[in-house]
């Protein structure tokens, strides 16, 4: 918050250019150190290692994804009774269907 925000100085009152210069470059550096730590809390880390929380669900989703859409189309090809092909096919409608934005 800059000092005309905070009710130290009033607009009209006449305010040196340089402490206005300090207060502007104050809130500057007060900004950049809370997307710094908004950074920081989106990490996890560990002993050894620090990932990106994004990174990590995403790729997560995705290899369970593929794994069960594998699956899926195995059992599609290979099982021969219907009975047993309409879980899977309602399986693989389900996982594809997560990814289709409508």
Known sequence: MSLFHTGLIKPEQ????ELVKLDILHEHNLQDRRLELEIEERKWRSC?????SESTK???????????IALCSYQL?????CSYQIGYSSLLSLVVGSYLKV
């Open 58 to 68: 995403f790729f997560g989703k995705m290899t369970i994804s593929l794994l069960t």
């Open 77 to 81: 090809i290979t099982v021969q009774e």
């Open 14 to 17: 006449k305010v040196d250019k």
């Open 48 to 52: 050894c290692f620090q990932l990106e």
